[in-house]
């Protein structure tokens, strides 16, 4: 028994649905999993046959090495790769040291003032990232980080969702786990680490899932911010890719973005449940 | 008013047989409740005869006929969910309406904003509306009508559940655990109203509880429902009075009945223990028998006075004070679990932990069960046997 | 330590040990918030108070002087017919994608649910666009509509339909760039449907079923409809706020053209404040992108504050 489909239906009609259901699944399934085969299909192929007037999802001459290559020498394709990785890491660390202590702060503590950071927690979630980017942009010319690693990170480095998140799921343990932990003598800043971090596991990990995600995918604002080569993130590596090469040169081109698109697409198919949830969570917003 | 019949009904979930072979028939006008713990098949018995699940096998019938390929709102039956299943975005009105809009309305008359513009709604809205207000008031909730459930209290939404079952006079009500989400005292209170709105509609119920006292308190005949089997269905008295095996008793009472092992000698007496119990209501062969005893079977007896048939002499362990009686906890050499006697507080106070005391039981109050778990019957045969295992 | 401590405060009157149990409650509340709120305001909250302020000034980037003209940037905004352009098209493009992507996402998600068999599937493969780069995918799809040798338009030819160069047409072009969008906010939509889906309860169908509701029509409309309220209320927000932040498609398959055709608030944003450096006049642009944002928030809250007491 589900949302459309009732029991006691004759077994003809459920065969009729159930064949429709997986006609509509499948073609919807090809459309969303298209592009990602297309750009494989595409980083194989040679130029000649990219441009020739029949088109084959396999390709008829093996050109990957020579495109892939290509890819990895023509620009730093793999510095992007450790960039991101990198500045993706920084991100989630200092999001997590920030956010912990404020979250159990606001979630577990009484204190004056509290709703009043509550409430710029929640001023902050009504902002989109983009607004604060000129005064942000002449903060770091000002204080000379333009075109750093510390550019990139340091707007990212506070997550109000996090705190948010991380807030709502505190709410939920017990308080007499705290007080057991203050009566057995542990302050409060070991509570943060020994009690509610280990409890908060599952929460920060989805956190920590949609903070990469958000991160590697960021290109509003390293565009901005960076110019050098690299420092570039995965997408904007793509785009210096694009560039250079004028955008006509498909093959390496999509040997480039399958490469920077693949370590999302991996995480995402080991972790599947936990992006789901992760993204999911976005909607206790 | 219909009768329910079920045949050799057996459902599996997975690994799991839920139901194995389960035939019962309910008549007509009776108020029918299922019992046992939870997991014992008794919720899904009752959803199999609401066309709510289908069973592996086995056949159900209302009013005669058979209905295994009807869906639920072809049988003609309401039913009352345990977490009440008010739709949260209606009104009280609109969900005790639903049920006759359904059945009114045609599928065009029903379409959102035009359907309402087609001839002939109004007067069947109008009838609607009357009949609503009609079942609302006869359950005092005619002032909540256009509430939304969210806004009621426990017992409300309890009325409310019960009234969108009332209004469309189906043969049959499914109750499913109706009291479990109320509280204590509102439970009592409901208990009764259930019973009195039985006997006003004088339509079929079957109530499905774990609760022994509701199962007691309510019913016409009670079924005992045990790991997918059906014990016994019987009056309540009858349950309580004559279980037909040793599950049953265990499941019935509270506290539960002690049980003690016993060995039927040459002369068709009962060893039990390092006493000798005569027990002439039964015709027993020799070998192993275990007996029962209610707690309030037995009587405390005083030292140096007259000897009771059956008794069974111990130490005070532990005495339980409940007010309106005392539970005495005494532990009897050769066996593991003390046993225990409800008796009067005025006796309960005479004693003390770890006093010696002996307590007798009529022969007649002494439920004998053979070596499978089965009641042996009394000699006078005049209790019913039918009940024995469905 | 801890026992002395814990006597000191137990034994003497009992206010005394409120107030001193409070003062350290205090001091711990604002140690450990402290370093988030000074961030909070430093990265967040402050610049976008100061984007607020430079909007009444007019400043340019790496000018020495600054000095307030009060609403002048908003009344140049208002004669700007670019700004209008790009208003529009984001309009346009919200409303294209957001109506499109609910619509898909509410029906994979119905249709993931009516069955058993291939769920996980199904669910991953409408899923994937939402965790991918779209900036590389934004380059697979310029490929994809490429006038002669894209897959779309070679597709559309095999069946007749007449064919265009998306990206160059000014008419196609917004809708080429939406068609992406769906593409990625779909999945996302599907998934927020599917949990909402799970909270409906069971027995609210069985319910249903009893009462005579049980074909799929009147399931979905007395029962599934209803329950998703809040929740399609939420998607219906999330998906308008993230399209109206549309820019990476923008920036690198069209900057915007052709002809001004998919200029968006934030892709003219970004070309007044980092090319042209009118950083007062892109704050402007900034305020009022701003502005639609908290409009599409505060509705909803409005929307789901009417629904609170379903409970």
């Known amino acids: ?285 | 008013m219909a009768s329910v019949e079920i045949s050799k009904v057996a459902k599996t979930f997975g690994e799991t047989a839920v139901l194995r072979s389960v035939s019962l028939s309910i008549e007509k006008g009776e108020f029918l409740t299922l019992v046992g713990p939870s997991g014992c098949g008794k919720t899904t018995l009752l959803r199999i005869i609401a066309g709510l699940e289908t069973q592996d096998s086995g056949a159900v019938k209302i009013a005669g006929i058979p209905v295994d390929h009807l869906p639920p709102k072809r049988r003609d039956v309401a039913m009352v969910f345990q977490n009440y299943a008010l739709y949260p975005y209606m009104t009280v009105a609109e969900n005790m309406a639903l049920p006759l809009v359904m059945r009114r309305f045609s599928a065009l008359q029903r379409l959102p904003l035009l359907g309402r513009l087609l001839p002939g709604t109004t007067p069947i809205r109008a009838g609607i509306d009357a009949e609503v207000g009609q079942v609302a008031r006869s359950l005092a909730i005619d002032h909540l009508l256009s509430r939304r459930p969210a806004q009621l209290s426990g017992g409300q939404r309890q009325r409310v559940a019960l009234g969108r079952a009332m209004v469309r006079n189906p043969q049959i009500f499914l109750m499913d655990e109706p009291l479990s989400n109320l509280d204590a005292k509102l439970r009592v209170q409901t208990r009764t109203e259930i019973a009195e709105l039985h006997r006003r509609l004088g339509a079929t119920f079957v109530y499905v509880t774990h609760d022994q006292v509701e199962a007691m308190t309510m019913s016409s005949r009670v079924a005992v429902m045990l790991e997918g089997d059906l014990h016994q269905v019987a009056p309540p008295q009858e349950i309580y009075d004559a279980p037909a095996d040793l599950a049953v008793a265990g499941f019935i009472g509270t506290p539960k009945i002690n049980l003690l092992p016993a060995q039927v000698r040459g002369d068709g007496a009962f060893a039990v223990l390092d006493r000798v119990w005569p027990l002439p209501q039964v015709e027993a062969l020799a070998g192993g028998y275990t007996l029962g005893v209610r707690p309030e079977a037995w009587t405390p007896l005083r030292a140096g006075g007259r000897v009771a048939l059956c008794a069974m002499g111990g130490i005070v362990r532990h005495i339980e004070l409940l007010g309106s009686e005392t539970l005495v906890h005494f532990a009897v050499e050769g066996l593991q679990q003390p046993l225990v006697a409800r008796v009067d507080p005025m006796v309960g106070a005479t004693l003390r932990l770890a006093d010696a005391v002996t307590f007798g039981v009529s022969p007649e109050r002494v439920h004998v069960f053979d070596a499978q778990g089965r009641r042996v019957p009394r000699r006078d045969a005049l209790e019913f046997r039918e009940a024995a295992v469905g | 330590m801890a026992d002395i401590a814990f006597d000191d405060t137990r034994l003497p009157a009992r206010s005394r040990s409120y107030r001193a149990g409070a003062a350290a409650e205090l001091l711990a509340g604002w140690v450990l918030s402290g370093p988030a709120v000074a961030l909070m305001w430093l990265m967040l909250l402050g610049p976008a108070a100061a984007v607020i302020v430079l909007s009444f000034t007019d400043w340019t980037f790496g000018a020495r002087s600054i000095e307030w003209i009060g609403v002048d940037n908003y009344v140049e905004l208002a004669g700007d017919r670019v700004f209008w352009t790009s208003l529009a098209n984001t309009l346009i493009y919200v409303a294209f994608v957001v109506p499109v992507s609910v619509f898909l996402g509410l029906g994979m998600a119905l249709l993931i649910e009516s069955g058993n068999s291939l769920r996980g599937f199904y669910r991953a493969a409408i899923f994937l666009p939402v965790t991918s780069t779209l900036l590389a995918m934004a380059l697979v799809f310029q490929f994809a509509f490429h006038p002669t040798v894209g897959v779309i338009n070679r597709t559309l030819m095999a069946v007749g339909i007449p064919t265009t160069d998306w990206l160059k047409n000014p008419d196609a072009a917004l809708f080429a760039l939406g068609m992406i969008g769906i593409w990625q906010a779909v999945g996302l939509n599907m998934v927020l449907f599917l949990a909402g889906l799970k909270a409906v309860p069971r027995d609210l169908y069985e319910a249903a079923a009893i009462d005579g509701a049980d074909g799929a029509w009147e399931r979905f409309r007395r029962v599934t409809w209803p329950m998703l309220g809040p929740a399609l209320v939420f998607v219906v927000t999330i998906t308008a706020i993230r399209s109206f932040q549309v820019f990476d498609t923008v920036a690198v398959l069209t900057e915007g053209g052709p002809n001004k055709a998919t200029t968006v608030l934030l892709y003219q944003m970004y070309q007044e404040g980092f090319s042209f450096l009118r950083s007062a006049y892109a704050a402007a642009l900034t305020c009022v992108f701003l502005g639609f944002v908290l409009l599409l928030t505060w509705i909803q809250v409005q929307l789901l504050d009417k629904r609170t007491h379903y409970g």
């Open chain 1, 1 to 285: 028994m589900s949302v459309l489909a009732s029991a006691g239906r004759s077994p003809a009609r459920r065969l009729a649905f159930s064949a429709f259901r997986h006609a509509v699944l499948l073609a919807a399934s090809v459309l969303t999993l298209g592009p990602f085969v297309l750009m494989v299909s595409i980083s194989l192929k040679s130029p000649g046959e990219i441009f020739a007037p029949e088109f084959s999802l396999w390709p008829q001459t093996w050109y990957a090495w020579e495109n892939y290559s290509l890819a990895f020498t023509k620009q730093p394709l793999l510095r992007f790769i450790l960039n991101g990785f990198f500045i993706t890491l920084c991100i989630f660390t200092a999001q997590a040291l920030f956010a912990l202590p404020c979250a159990y702060a606001l979630a577990k503590l009484r204190w004056r003032g509290r709703n009043t950071v509550f409430v710029f927690v929640l001023l902050g979630l009504l902002v989109p990232p983009q607004v604060p980017a000129i005064p942000l942009y002449i903060l770091l010319w000002q204080v000379g980080l333009l075109d750093t690693y510390a550019a990139i990170i340091l707007p990212s480095t506070i997550s109000v969702f996090g705190i948010f998140l991380m807030r709502q799921f505190f709410m939920t343990v017990p308080d007499s786990l705290i007080h057991a932990a203050r009566l057995d003598g542990v302050g409060e800043f070991g509570i943060v680490w020994r009690i509610m971090l280990p409890t908060a596991m599952p929460a920060l990990v989805a956190f920590g899932v949609l903070s990469f995600i958000w991160n590697w995918n960021e290109f509003f604002w390293p565009l901005l911010v960076v110019q050098s080569e690299h420092l570039a993130t995965p997408p904007l590596g793509v785009v210096f890719f694009a560039n250079a090469e004028a955008g006509t040169n498909y093959g390496p081109l999509m040997a480039a973005a399958t490469a920077v698109t693949a370590p999302l697409v991996i995480a995402f198919l080991l972790a599947q449940r936990w992006f789901i949830e992760g993204v999911t969570m976005t909607a206790v917003k």
